[in-house]
C-alpha cells in the first residue's frame, strides 16, 4: 500500500514559479512510475509530467515541456514538480499518482493518487 500527500499549491501571477511536492509513504518500487496529473473543473484529468522512480527518465506533456521539471528523492520518499513561466492555463488541481506497472500517461491506469493540490496562476 501506497500513500501519497501533495502539497506546495497556491496563487501566482503569470510568470511566477511554484515547486510542488509528493510525500509517498509505504515501498516505492524501482518499476514504479509517479505521474503528476492535474485537472480543471468539468475537464479529464491529464497527465503533465512523469518519471521512472528506478532509473529517473522523465516525460512530459507537450504544453509544459521547457517550463516544468520532475525530480524525485529517493531517500524523501518524495517526487517533486518545479513549475516555471506559468500560464493562467495551468490553474487546475495537481494530483499525484503511482503506477505500479511502469510507464503510463493514461490517468486510469494508476494505483494510487493523492487528494490533490490546487494551483491558481491570474492573469
Known amino acids: 500500500q501506497v500513500h501519497l500527500v501533495e502539497s506546495g499549491g497556491g496563487l501566482v501571477p503569470a510568470g511566477g514559479s511554484l515547486r510542488l511536492s509528493c510525500a509517498a509513504s509505504?515501498?516505492?518500487?524501482?518499476?514504479?512510475?509517479m505521474g503528476w496529473f492535474r485537472q480543471a473543473p468539468g475537464k479529464e484529468r491529464e497527465f503533465v509530467a512523469g518519471?521512472?522512480?528506478?532509473?529517473?527518465?522523465?516525460f512530459y506533456a507537450d504544453s509544459v515541456k521547457g517550463r516544468f521539471t520532475i525530480s524525485r528523492s529517493s531517500a524523501e520518499n518524495t517526487v517533486y514538480l518545479q513549475m516555471n513561466s506559468l500560464k493562467p492555463e495551468d490553474t487546475s488541481v495537481y494530483y499525484c499518482?503511482?503506477?505500479?506497472?511502469?510507464?503510463?500517461?493514461?490517468?486510469?491506469?494508476?494505483?494510487?493518487w493523492g487528494q490533490g493540490t490546487q494551483v491558481t496562476v491570474s492573469s
Open positions: 499518482g503511482a503506477d505500479r506497472g511502469g510507464y503510463s500517461t493514461v490517468h486510469s491506469t494508476y494505483d494510487y
Open positions: 509505504g515501498r516505492i518500487f524501482s518499476s514504479t512510475f
Open positions: 518519471i521512472r522512480w528506478g532509473v529517473g527518465n522523465t
